[in-house]
């Protein structure tokens, strides 16, 4: 059974930085490029960036410069750290993973609620 399970989420003040973390299971990690997706309120969900096997990343113009996607295979897990925050990062943040060849190989986590607010 394939899992992705995000956490880290939570309210911070803006300016504040968050880590979210999301773990895999039941997949051979390493053949995944791996993606973070939010929605906030009254929104449609939306890229937010995407790290390949390879390790190449890609960021939304909304976070370039603030958030970074890493990776750690050893540790089937895909980080998202998030700087600078403001209000209006707060969404519920989701991990994506698929797989690098067989794209219809793909899984969604359950989400994590960030709340950026004074």
């Known amino acids: 059974q394939v899992q992705l399970v995000e956490s880290g989420g939570g309210l911070v003040q803006p300016g504040e930085s968050l880590t979210l973390s999301c773990a895999a299971s039941?997949?051979?990690?390493?053949?995944?490029?791996t993606a973070w997706y939010r929605q906030g309120p009254g929104k449609q969900r939306e890229f937010v960036a995407r790290?390949?096997?390879?390790?190449?990343?890609e960021y939304a113009d909304s976070v370039k410069g603030r958030f970074t996607i890493s990776r750690d295979n050893a540790k089937n897990t895909v980080y998202l750290q998030m700087e600078s925050l403001t209000p209006e990062d707060t969404a519920v943040y989701y991990c994506y993973a698929n797989h690098s060849t067989f794209w219809t190989l793909a899984y969604w986590g359950q989400g994590t609620q960030v709340t950026v607010s004074s």
């Open positions: 790290i390949t096997t390879g390790g190449a990343t």
């Open positions: 039941g997949i051979i990690f390493s053949r995944y490029s």
